[in-house]
């Protein structure tokens, strides 16, 4: 082979070895990674808990059927806006509107003074919004005779005093069915059907109580337990169970929860409906909670068995 066919073949595989290791880059040659993604989303701030269109509600279980159903017909109605919402009880809103991880709490009871001082230690000035009233059912499981109780004579059960239906008309033992302590339900029922309104009674709900997050709970354990008790919002009434009549403190004839004698005040075991909101709340905010207090807003609480404002 002739020197300059040899030179033409060492030139070549001199480009070849080159070529290969341009192709293994040195660590600091290395191609830079993709840029991190990052999110667009505003930090929080006091009574945003959802970024742009989105409204983000939580808290009461008793308030979660009918505020559901609200979000969808809102939605509907306004394409541009999103809104989201969950349960767990009504200490649970309260929690995060303090924590500004959502625009609105959701409350079937008062908002506590300690609550509003650490809302307003974090900037948050809570605003009630009433859109509405529950009755309490007091329910049993269908097999039970019992058709008709006291304030007092429930008080007596949830206490664990009377631990037989027998001695009310019944057979066998209580099953005492609860809500949970973060429900707003449970709180009303302890301060004005176990304490019956004194704020100085040390009566306090039996260790027995079978203690449950939701109202659909609380419902299915009394269909499946002959001797059970329970309590859920009026909303959640169905043919499952057997809703008891209740005489009040004055005595008088058992009233049946119902829509009508909530609005007129004389079943006795109802509460007013809350939506929290901050006092700087975003215009999407205020606007639907001017939605909900308004006519349609209005027409689905009714139709949902709670009463209207």
């Known amino acids: 082979m002739r020197r300059s066919q040899w030179t033409s073949i060492a030139i070549s595989l001199g480009l070849v070895g080159s070529a290969l290791l341009g192709g293994c880059a040195k660590p600091e040659e290395t191609e830079e990674?993709?840029?991190?993604?990052?999110?667009?989303?505003?930090?929080?701030?006091?009574?945003?808990?959802?970024?742009?269109?989105e409204i983000v509600a939580k808290g009461s279980d008793t308030l979660l059927q009918v505020a559901q159903a609200m979000a969808e017909a809102y939605q509907a109605a306004n394409p541009g806006v999103k809104i989201s919402v969950?349960?767990?009880g009504s200490g649970t809103g309260f929690q995060a509107l303090i924590e500004k991880t959502c625009d609105i709490a959701n409350a079937s009871r008062q908002i506590k003074n300690e609550e509003v001082e650490q809302a307003k230690a974090k900037g948050i000035e809570p605003v009630e919004n009433l859109i509405g009233y529950d009755g309490i059912a007091v329910i049993v499981n269908k097999a039970n005779?019992?058709?008709?109780?006291t304030v007092d004579q429930i008080s007596d059960l949830y206490v664990g005093s009377t631990n037989s239906w027998d001695k009310l008309g019944g057979k066998g033992e209580v099953?005492?069915?609860?809500?949970d302590s973060?429900?707003?339900?449970?709180?009303?029922?302890?301060?004005e059907i176990i304490k019956k309104g004194d704020k100085k009674s040390t009566r306090?709900?039996?260790p027995s109580i079978m203690?449950?997050?939701?109202?659909?709970?609380?419902?299915?354990?009394?269909?499946?337990?002959e001797g059970a008790i329970g309590y859920i919002g009026l909303g959640y009434v169905d043919d499952s169970v057997k809703v008891i009549g209740v005489i009040g403190k004055k005595g008088g004839a058992a009233v049946m929860p119902s829509v009508e004698t909530v609005k007129d005040g004389s079943y006795p075991i109802s509460?007013?409906?809350?939506?929290?909101?901050?006092?700087?709340?975003p215009k999407k905010v205020s606007d639907y909670i001017s939605w909900v207090l308004g006519d349609e807003g209005q027409a689905i609480v009714k139709e949902k068995g709670f009463v209207p404002k």
């Open 211 to 225: 203690a449950l997050q939701s109202n659909p709970d609380v419902r299915r354990q009394v269909t499946e337990s």
């Open 204 to 206: 306090e709900f039996a």
């Open 175 to 179: 099953v005492l069915v609860s809500r």
């Open 86 to 88: 969950s349960g767990g």
């Open 145 to 149: 005779p019992v058709n008709e109780l």
């Open 33 to 53: 990674p993709a840029a991190p993604v990052v999110s667009t989303k505003k930090a929080s701030q006091p009574g945003a808990g959802g970024a742009g269109g």
């Open 271 to 281: 509460r007013p409906l809350y939506m929290y909101t901050d006092k700087n709340a």
């Open 182 to 191: 973060t429900s707003g339900t449970y709180e009303y029922f302890l301060e």
